[in-house]
């Protein structure tokens, strides 16, 4: 029975469907699903399906379902007709074109959902840490994605602790430390999470002050983006950094791979760690020329498909370079050119297909 996400009631069940065991047979069931669901309530979306000759009806296999470039989410509004106002709108940062793109969720059940318990089973929060957050809370930054994902998180550890530690703009890395120091002197665990940037000024501004030795079962988790906010600083020489300055072991500092486009998250840990998705996202690594998946070993382009994004497009084609490895993927960088012509269509692609169509 097909599922209603305009009703709370379909949306909790698909919920239970994602948390719940994941085979390669629900997968498909469910991603074919999804598609039928997107495909006629999503205008721009079905324009790039039939440039692509690709409809509900006859694709074979979900690696067959044409992917979204992520640069459309900054020209189109994509989001399914018949939902209701969006109760959350989420912006990307902008930094490459100057142009955000926008995210639109008709609620953030599945989204609170799914950020939570994927972070769970990576293992983040073993120990229960104190979590705390380098980055402005949900009500200062409502078009953060990454803010209200830390904010469920925070709701669900229910720590009277945890704090958010940028305020308009601005770091308060003085009571930080002190409140490090009390953690450290219970010996409290301690999770800090936050973009790349706030921790290179969290570098700058303790340089002169003596390195801290966090608790046992302590850990870090930086987001990636340095991009017109701080000097950048190199992932190695990044985790070298704050090794030293607060007494973790390369393992305990962590990425989250993710972007305000999506619903899923994937993590690595350490210098060099494998990324992971969780089981209700895949991530293909495709050859830009072609669109097709490489080989473990080679290079290519970041393919996601997140069963979390009932709302707009579950398929999405980033320009973020990766290797297909047998277990995950490691992360490379950005790709210089901004429209890989093999991989789905171009939005030169879709004003062409919305004249033809």
């Given at each position: 029975?097909p599922?209603?996400?305009?009703q709370?009631?379909?949306?909790?069940?698909?919920?239970?469907?994602?948390?719940?065991?994941?085979?390669?047979?629900?997968?498909?069931?469910?991603?074919?699903?999804?598609f039928?669901?997107?495909?006629?309530?999503?205008p721009?979306?079905?324009?790039?399906?039939?440039?692509?000759q690709?409809?509900?009806?006859?694709?074979?296999?979900?690696?067959d379902?044409?992917?979204v470039?992520?640069?459309?989410?900054?020209?189109?509004?994509?989001?399914?007709?018949?939902l209701?106002?969006?109760q959350?709108?989420?912006?990307?940062?902008?930094?490459?074109?100057?142009e955000?793109?926008?995210?639109?969720?008709?609620?953030?059940?599945?989204?609170r959902?799914?950020?939570?318990?994927g972070a769970?089973r990576?293992?983040?929060?073993?120990?229960n840490?104190?979590?705390h957050?380098?980055?402005?809370?949900?009500?200062?930054?409502p078009l953060?994605?990454?803010?209200?994902?830390f904010?469920?998180?925070q709701?669900?550890?229910?720590?009277?602790g945890?704090?958010?530690?940028?305020r308009?703009?601005?770091?308060?890395f003085?009571?930080?430390?002190e409140?490090?120091?009390?953690?450290?002197?219970?010996?409290e665990?301690?999770?800090l999470c936050?973009?790349?940037?706030?921790?290179?000024h969290?570098?700058?501004?303790?340089?002169?002050?003596?390195?801290?030795r966090?608790p046992?079962?302590?850990?870090?988790?930086?987001?990636?983006?340095?991009?017109?906010r701080?000097?950048?600083?190199?992932?190695?020489?990044l985790?070298?950094?704050?090794?030293?300055l607060?007494?973790?072991?390369?393992?305990?500092?962590?990425?989250?791979?993710?972007?305000?486009?999506?619903?899923?998250?994937?993590?690595?840990?350490?210098?060099?760690?494998?990324?992971?998705?969780?089981?209700?996202?895949?991530?293909?690594?495709?050859?830009?020329?072609?669109?097709r998946e490489?080989?473990?070993?080679?290079?290519g382009?970041?393919r996601w498909?997140?069963l979390?994004?009932?709302?707009?497009?579950?398929?999405?084609?980033?320009?973020?370079?990766?290797?297909?490895?047998?277990?995950?993927?490691?992360?490379?960088?950005?790709?210089?050119?901004?429209?890989?012509r093999?991989?789905?269509?171009?939005?030169?692609?879709?004003?062409?297909?919305?004249?033809?169509?």
């Amino acid at each position: 029975m097909p599922f209603d996400f305009t009703q709370p009631s379909g949306r909790r069940a698909w919920i239970r469907q994602l948390l719940g065991p994941m085979d390669e047979a629900k997968w498909s069931e469910l991603s074919s699903e999804l598609f039928k669901w997107q495909y006629p309530r999503v205008p721009a979306y079905r324009r790039l399906c039939l440039g692509r000759q690709t409809d509900p009806q006859d694709f074979k296999s979900w690696r067959d379902i044409p992917a979204v470039p992520q640069q459309l989410f900054k020209r189109e509004k994509l989001y399914c007709a018949g939902l209701p106002s969006p109760q959350a709108i989420y912006e990307t940062s902008g930094t490459t074109t100057g142009e955000p793109g926008r995210q639109y969720l008709s609620r953030t059940d599945i989204y609170r959902a799914v950020s939570f318990e994927g972070a769970r089973r990576a293992g983040f929060f073993v120990g229960n840490p104190q979590l705390h957050f380098l980055v402005p809370s949900p009500l200062e930054a409502p078009l953060s994605s990454l803010s209200a994902m830390f904010g469920f998180w925070q709701k669900a550890a229910r720590q009277t602790g945890s704090r958010f530690w940028a305020r308009q703009g601005q770091f308060d890395f003085s009571p930080l430390r002190e409140t490090l120091a009390c953690h450290i002197k219970a010996r409290e665990p301690v999770a800090l999470c936050g973009t790349a940037f706030s921790f290179v000024h969290l570098l700058d501004a303790w340089a002169d002050l003596p390195p801290l030795r966090l608790p046992r079962g302590s850990r870090l988790l930086e987001t990636g983006g340095f991009k017109g906010r701080s000097r950048e600083v190199s992932k190695p020489e990044l985790y070298a950094q704050l090794s030293r300055l607060l007494g973790l072991s390369d393992d305990q500092i962590w990425n989250e791979y993710g972007m305000s486009e999506l619903s899923s998250q994937a993590y690595a840990r350490g210098t060099t760690g494998l990324h992971f998705t969780p089981p209700w996202a895949r991530v293909i690594i495709c050859d830009p020329a072609t669109g097709r998946e490489v080989r473990p070993g080679q290079h290519g382009l970041v393919r996601w498909l997140d069963l979390a994004n009932t709302d707009s497009v579950f398929a999405l084609q980033t320009l973020d370079l990766a290797e297909r490895t047998p277990e995950g993927f490691k992360l490379i960088g950005r790709m210089a050119r901004t429209e890989p012509r093999g991989c789905s269509l171009g939005a030169d692609d879709l004003a062409l297909a919305k004249t033809s169509h």
